[in-house]
Every structure is written in C-alpha cells, then in structure tokens.
C-alpha cells in the first residue's frame, strides 16, 4: 500500500504564508511527478504546481512568483511554500504523486486526503 500523508493548512491572513508538506510511505519503488491541486467550493479542482523528478516545475499562472514547490526525493517528500497569499487561494489542498511501486509496475496516481488553507482576515 501506499500512503500520501499531508500537513501544514490552516487559517492565515492575507500577505501571510504557510508551507505545506506531503509524504509518501509504503511500497515505493520509485516516484515520478509530485504536484499540488487545489479545490475551492463549488469549483473544479486544479493543477497548482507540478515538480517531476529531473527537470524544471511548472505553476498555474496564477500562483507564479507566489508559490515555490520542492521536493525531497531521500524524503519522498514534496513541499509547497506559499507567500503573499490571497483570499482567492482559499481551498482545500491535494497532494498528487506518480508511484511505481514495483521495478515492473506501471506508474499510477496517488493522492492525499487533502489539507484545508484559509486566507482571511
């Protein structure tokens, strides 16, 4: 089994930050691309950065030169860290990761539970 346990939501207020961690345990054989979605209520969930394992991340245009992700691949750990956040990046937050959990396996998509980040005054 594997498991995608996240931490670090809760209440800010605007401007402020917050770092969100992700960890994945189990049976890993090896891991691709992490990212981070996020759903707010009453709309879709969306890609908010992506990391693979080699190579350059990616970000919704609307965190870039907000948000930094990172990852710690000794760890199986991925990070997000969020400045200057808004009111509009209130939602509760996913963790995503591309796990072959065999050298055989395909790769297959796991997620976490999901983390609540509020931004309020």
């Known amino acids: 089994q594997v498991q995608l346990v996240e931490s670090g939501g809760g209440l800010v207020q605007p401007g402020g930050s917050l770092r969100l961690s992700c960890a994945a345990s189990?049976?890993?054989?090896?891991?691709?691309?992490m990212g981070w979605y996020r759903q707010a209520p009453g709309k879709e969930r969306e890609l908010v950065a992506i990391?693979?394992?080699?190579?350059?991340?990616n970000y919704a245009d609307s965190v870039k030169g907000r948000f930094t992700i990172s990852r710690d691949n000794a760890k199986n750990t991925v990070y997000l860290q969020m400045n200057s956040l808004k009111p509009e990046d209130t939602a509760v937050y996913y963790c995503?990761?591309?796990?072959?959990?065999?050298?055989?396996?395909?790769?297959?998509?796991?997620w976490g539970q999901g983390t609540q980040v509020t931004v309020s005054s």
């Open positions: 990391i693979p394992s080699g190579g350059s991340t």
């Open positions: 995503n990761a591309n796990i072959r959990r065999k050298y055989y396996s395909r790769l297959s998509d796991y």
């Open positions: 189990g049976s890993i054989f090896s891991i691709a691309a």
